[in-house]
């Protein structure tokens, strides 16, 4: 299914960056002209780009609390001393950001909607102007891309949700998100490295096992881990993978990407900076589950701001 949305559906000018961040100057980061960057709600919660670097810093500050303090993520001096988890791409990626509008008013201050979750998406178009994606330093996608050389291609990454969001409605809210983003900007493929936390492949055994014997994307969508950094997935043989105690295994995003109808690279990395095993997610939008798109609207319409 190629998706082609009206002509008011598509942003007035490209999402891309304008420039590094200045420290200390919140100018707009995105020019969307008269784009309203809000793609959703639902209750408190709210679905929207980031507009501003202060927004981006937010987006930032949640990764790091998850990443870093939460998770096994080792940081650098300057991750230290800032309390943020940031790289290059930040400053060329658009983020979603899904707000909590329901937070208490701090005295003499204005309430400002908490930041709960995040995902960070980068258009081929973009990344082409910037030297590619960040998956080519994991997995060599060259070939995947050059052979739909008529689709458009997104990157997703950098997703995290504070504890206290991890449920359906909030997941959901943020696929609302990525399913309007893909719409207006007639996204033909999604593409990413999800990962699984702990980086000795024995213990992950099971759900790396999975993923290659059962959802190992087809031949026209495959693409390897780089040679050095390829770790086999393959730990047990097929016959030995439950694929119910499996899918218990994986964490809620890789299973939420299996159910909508994404498929597996070949090969995981080890990331030890962030202390996880990374998988490489390829979905075609043609591939989607339609009861998933049924879900959302095909015009994504169901949490519409």
């Known amino acids: 299914m190629n998706v082609s949305p009206s002509n008011e559906m598509m942003p007035s000018a490209p999402f891309q960056a304008l420039g590094k961040f200045i420290p200390g100057v919140d100018r707009p980061v995105r020019d969307y002209g008269?784009?309203?960057?809000?793609?959703?709600?639902?209750?408190?919660?709210e679905v929207r780009l980031a507009t501003t670097a202060?927004?981006?810093r937010r987006a930032q500050r949640l990764r790091f609390k998850v990443f870093y303090e939460e998770?096994?993520?080792s940081p650098n001096g300057a991750a230290l001393l800032s309390r943020r988890d940031v790289d290059d791409?930040?400053?060329?990626?658009?983020?979603?950001?899904?707000?909590?509008h329901d937070v208490k008013r701090k005295p003499f201050r204005n309430a400002t909607p908490k930041v709960v979750g995040t995902y960070r998406l980068l258009r081929q178009d973009v990344a082409n102007r910037h030297g590619g994606f960040y998956t080519r330093g994991e997995y060599d996608i060259a070939p995947l891309i050059r052979s739909h050389p008529d689709l458009r291609f997104l990157e997703l990454g950098r997703s995290c949700v504070l504890k206290p969001y991890r449920n359906k409605r909030t997941v959901e809210l943020l696929w609302h998100g990525i399913w309007t983003y893909v719409l207006r900007n007639r996204i033909d493929v999604m593409i990413g490295c999800a990962s699984l936390e702990g980086t000795k492949p024995q213990d992950l055994a099971l759900p790396l096992s999975f993923l290659h014997h059962y959802a190992a994307a087809p031949a026209e969508w495959q693409a390897r881990a780089l040679?050095?950094?390829?770790?086999?997935?393959?730990?047990?043989p097929k016959e030995a993978?439950?694929?119910?105690a499996a899918l218990h295994a994986l964490p809620p995003l890789i299973k939420g990407y299996l159910r909508i109808g994404a498929t597996f690279g070949t090969g995981a990395v080890i990331d030890r900076q962030f202390g996880t095993t990374d998988v490489?997610?390829?979905?075609?939008?043609?591939a989607i589950n339609p009861r998933y798109i049924d879900h959302f609207g095909p015009t994504a319409n169901r949490h519409a701001a």
């Open 227 to 236: 040679p050095g950094r390829f770790t086999a997935m393959d730990v047990l």
């Open 71 to 73: 998770m096994s993520a």
């Open 34 to 45: 008269s784009f309203d960057p809000i793609l959703g709600r639902i209750g408190s919660l």
């Open 89 to 100: 791409y930040d400053w060329i990626c658009d983020h979603i950001l899904v707000l909590d």
């Open 241 to 244: 993978v439950d694929p119910k």
């Open 280 to 286: 490489l997610v390829v979905l075609p939008v043609s």
């Open 54 to 56: 202060k927004e981006i």
